[in-house]
């Protein structure tokens, strides 16, 4: 069930993300629109197969209370080599995010209780993140992955097409844009979804600025709103 889930929320994910698309700029051709959904394949395709999941295992595997001598020893041999950068994700936002599924708003490890919608990483209302709370743990961060990449490619393409160029280029930009380091090394975390938010932001921005209207500005401020509760204020507010 979590794996069906899983795929009609990419599904619907991607064809939001063309109708959005729309309402800024020039409606995305179907056939592009099935080439933005499968840039995110290459990189989440592994959390989408049976009995695998997109977590950090093998460093979960060492700390309670899932610490245990035959879990790492099957993790290790099924996993990648462990990777520093996660070290957030185990310590902030699965923690946060374990939280706010059981409907918990303040972080009680922190003095008197830190308030979770302050927290960084903690993005209650971020819409993929909400959508993520009706998938078992083990799909979430599949889930959330390919949501990141999915935005940022489906708004790099817009961007790039806003700006004047061609569906072809418009392809190119957003698989190098999906594919780049930055979103590669932070997809696991909230502040990967800031990232895939921006060039949302910038289309918005232009479209606006070229043609002013009502539906311009909502779209704008639309972008931007989503942007603030993403879960990373500092990378959403510095330029």
Known sequence: MGLVLLVLLYGGWAAAAR????????RIPLRAALLLAAL???FVAGGFLPGKTLA????LAGRAPWASAGLRAEAL??????????????HREEPTRRALREGVLLDAS??????LLGRDGAAPFFPAEFLGRFLPPTRTG????????????????????????GRGPALVAAAAFVSGGHLQLFRAHAVASVAAMAPWIAAAAVALVRRPSRRGTVA??????????????????VP
Do not use: H, K, M
Request: hydrophobic share 55%.
């Open 110 to 115: 922190a003095g008197a209780g830190a308030p």
């Open 220 to 237: 704008l401020g639309v972008a931007g709103a989503v942007t603030l509760v993403a879960g990373d204020l500092a990378g959403a507010t």
């Open 56 to 59: 950090p295992t093998v460093a």
């Open 19 to 26: 109708g959005a698309a729309g309402a800024i700029g020039r």
């Open 77 to 90: 041999a099924g996993s990648t080599a462990p990777n520093p950068a996660l070290e957030d994700v185990l």
């Open 40 to 42: 995110p394949l290459p």
């Open 142 to 165: 599949a889930w959330l992955q390919a949501a990141r990449l999915l935005t940022a490619g489906f708004g790099a393409y817009l961007l790039a097409t806003v700006l004047g160029l």
